[in-house]
């Protein structure tokens, strides 16, 4: 039976592991010792690991060090050991591992993994950030009444463009510091396809409040697909930099969405009650082109304008 | 012209000497710190004790019965409590009466007729109070094209003289001292409105939950005869872009017109046309009401291209607010109702239509209103008006003329 060992970091990230083929295994900064530890605090002859022949349970022992032994942060001179129990000695921790427990099975490789390689082409990326680019000068063109130049909008637009790809580089870094791939074309292009889509939205949310006028409800539904989106996008974001269980990921991209979603609809819940000498009624007008329904007529608008009255009358009691 | 001046003169004199017992300061006193919070002029009209003077100066008090009283000060230093008898708002009165009479009272006849266009007159009161003082001035006829209707005197009315009788060269009221449109130029009350107010001569004082609702019925009466005259008359229309909208929808309606085309560099052409009456009711220094503002303003966007000129569109139309001022404590927040309307002309507007409610004044609402047609890729037409202390059966049958009165060429 053989003895498995794993070095550990100090965060019990497994750095290296051991395999000895034998029922005993001295630890120690002896050149001797069948695991050597450059560790200052670790002596010559430190300890011993080995299989008890009758039990053929692990042990432990202290031979004399200078420090001690931990196992799972208590001292001890001699020890039955489990699996996954950690040993520190000096400055050096070990875990034990028992090769007779099965291991959990393989996390199924999810298809998604494959779908989103498509992400991952630099020519992608680029042709998006141009789309997105030409997007922003043609809304700023849009949304003036002064002569426009390009040559004057370019910086400011690419500032922005700058801001939004603060996110893909965010996810970049922090998977490369978890020493994963960093993925940054595949978190730019999905970025960029986020942004792109959001203002698809929001020109057809336009379109419908236009055409239908839709009552309170609408921004119900407002909500529910802009929280969906926010989610999709973070979880996506998380799945693209990090391995992680699905559950763990659900949780992050909920919780984010949540932070994210909260304060904007809190602020806007808690201002309608403050006194305003400006009413509030939405300005759009869109040209004759997406003007789709039919209009009413005189008549019928003074008749609702009649029951806007009585609204207007119970605004007082409170 | 020396003569004449040196005759003006003596007749202020006497006048002063004559009628200075039935002049008075009127003080409005803070009960809290005991002193006087704001002043005003006052007159007396009878022995029985009653005074003239304006609805602007013992306002706080008809606000806040509980936290001011009203006092009067004489030429002799004398001082004395008031009761609050009858006022009118509309035309700024308050009649007021003296709670302890002394042995000896003086009063100011009251003119029958107002004099000759200008004919000389003289204001009396007590500016920045700093003690009686006669103005002569010319009475130059009731102020043109006006719905409140005021006398034009030119003569300089200051602050602290609101209040203050206006009197002819026998010393009789015609008019009383209300505001001051820059130099020289002041406005009274006229004769008429005075003496519809000494109707309530006799009657008893008002106990302080009657103000509001007597200001109430003031109000109500006076924006069913506004609107009345408003909604009876067939309105005169004028050509604007290529719109027909109504202009002068009647004489006492003041327009005024403007352009862009001026600036050389403006990508769009912009037409405006802006009504309003001269005239609020004030009610307190934070709350105005009784005005009727109308603006059309077209926009040819020339070149734009239609998504840059509905983009400007809507920019246009956004943040519209109300025409008078109004504190939290006075109105409700406004609300509001928009859809796509069409006319009786075949003209489609998106159409919003906002209210808001008086809290203290029952049946009494701010209207505000804003259109803009639908039916050009690079033009339109904004439509406007808000309207101030008005019931809902005017405000409808307002709202429903002006919607129907625009059409195209």
Known sequence: MAIVLELLSRKNIPLKHYKFEQDYVCVGRDFNNDLRLDDPYVCPSHMLVAIDPETGKLMVNDCQSTNGIKVNNKFVRQATLNSHDIIKIGRTRLRIIDTKVPLAEAIPLSELEDNLSWLNQSFLAICLSFFCLSFLLLSKHLGSVQEFSLIKSLPSELGQLAVFCLWPLTFAILAKVVKKESHIVSQFSLTLLVILLVNGLILLQKIAIFNINPGTWFTWIELVIFATLVASFIWLSLFIAFHQTNHRRNIIACSITFMILAPIYALGFLNTDEFSPRPHYNPLLLPPTYNITSASQTDKFIVHANSLFTQVDKLKVK | ?409
Request: charged fraction near 20%.
């Open chain 2, 1 to 409: 012209m020396f003569c004449s001046l040196a005759h003006s003169q003596q007749i202020a004199q006497n006048l002063f000497g004559q009628y200075r017992t039935a002049l008075y300061q009127i003080k409005i006193i803070e009960l809290e710190s005991g002193n006087k919070s704001s002043i005003g002029s006052g007159f007396q009209i009878d022995i029985s004790g009653n005074i003239v003077t304006n609805y602007h100066v013992v306002s706080k008090y008809v606000y806040n019965p509980d936290k001011f009283r009203i006092e009067y000060l004489a030429h002799d230093g004398s001082q004395g409590q008031l009761q609050l008898v009858d006022v009118d708002v509309v035309n700024d009165l308050a009649l007021v009466r003296k709670v302890d009479l002394s042995e000896q009272e003086n009063a100011f006849p009251i003119a029958q007729t107002l004099p000759l266009q200008g004919s000389d007159i003289y204001s009396l009161g007590n500016p920045h109070d700093l003690g009686m003082i006669v103005v002569p001035g010319t009475f130059n006829g009731l102020k043109k094209s006006s719905f409140y209707q005021r006398i034009h005197f030119t003569g300089s009315i200051n602050p602290g003289m609101s209040g203050g009788p206006v009197v002819n060269k026998n010393g009789e009221v015609m008019g009383v001292n209300v505001a001051t449109a820059g130099n020289q130029i002041g406005f009274l009350i006229p004769l008429e409105k005075i003496q519809a107010l000494l109707k309530s001569q006799d009657a008893q004082v008002l106990k302080s939950e009657q103000f509001k609702p007597r200001i109430q019925t003031q109000l109500l009466a006076n924006q069913n005869k506004l609107f009345s005259l408003l909604n009876n008359q067939t309105w005169q229309t004028t050509e604007l872009g290529d719109a027909i909208i109504p202009s002068k929808i009647t004489d006492f309606i003041s327009c005024w017109g403007g352009s862009n085309t001026s600036d050389k560099e403006a990508l769009y052409l912009s037409v405006e046309n802006r009504c309003q009456l001269d005239e609020q009711i004030y009610l307190h220094h934070e709350l105005r009401t009784g005005g009727v503002e109308v603006e059309f303003e077209w926009l040819d966007g020339k070149s734009l291209g239609e998504h840059r000129f509905y983009n400007f569109y809507s920019q246009s139309i956004t943040g519209a607010g109300a025409g008078n001022n109004a504190t939290k404590t006075d109105v409700t927040n406004f609300i509001c109702e928009q859809d796509k309307v069409t006319n009786i002309n075949v003209v489609t507007n998106k159409t919003v239509m906002c209210l808001r409610a008086y809290k203290d004044f029952e049946k009494l609402y701010d209207v505000l209103f804003v259109a803009a047609t639908l039916d050009h890729s690079q033009q339109g037409l904004i439509s406007h008006f808000t309207l101030a202390g008005v019931s809902k059966e005017s405000a409808l049958v307002f709202t429903q003329k002006f919607m129907d009165a625009i059409a195209w060429q």
